[in-house]
Nanobody, 114 residues
Framework: QVQLVESGGGLVQAGGSLRLSCVAS????????MGWYRQAPGKQRELVAGVSRDGVSNYADSVKGRFTISRDNAKNTVYLQMNSLKSEDTAVYYC????????WGQGTQVTVSS
């Protein structure tokens, strides 16, 4: 069973930065695609950024140039560096591991005050 534990969320002013981390248990991290999703109140969960097991990344248009996803296979950890945060980035952010199915973390709240 895979467990994902996110950390790094919090309250930040617009224009500020946060770095989210997600640590995965088990031994399949290095062969899995990883992603960060977010869900704002009253909205559907959406993909923010993803990184393949080979390190190829992709981003939602709304975060391109501001967010960076990275992974450290030695630490079973995926990161999301978020810069130039905007109020519309406020959401619960979820870590996702995709391999033969999807696993989700419990989510971490990011609140950007304007």
């Amino acid at each position: 069973q895979v467990q994902l534990v996110e950390s790094g969320g919090g309250l930040v002013q617009a224009g500020g930065s946060l770095r989210l981390s997600c640590v995965a248990s088990g031994s399949i991290f290095s062969i899995s695609a990883m992603g960060w999703y977010r869900q704002a109140p009253g909205k559907q969960r959406e993909l923010v950024a993803g990184v393949s097991r080979d390190g190829v990344s992709n981003y939602a248009d709304s975060v391109k140039g501001r967010f960076t996803i990275s992974r450290d296979n030695a630490k079973n950890t995926v990161y999301l560096q978020m810069n130039s945060l905007k109020s519309e980035d406020t959401a619960v952010y979820y870590c996702n591991l995709h391999l033969w199915g999807d696993y989700w973390g419990q989510g971490t709240q990011v609140t950007v005050s304007s």
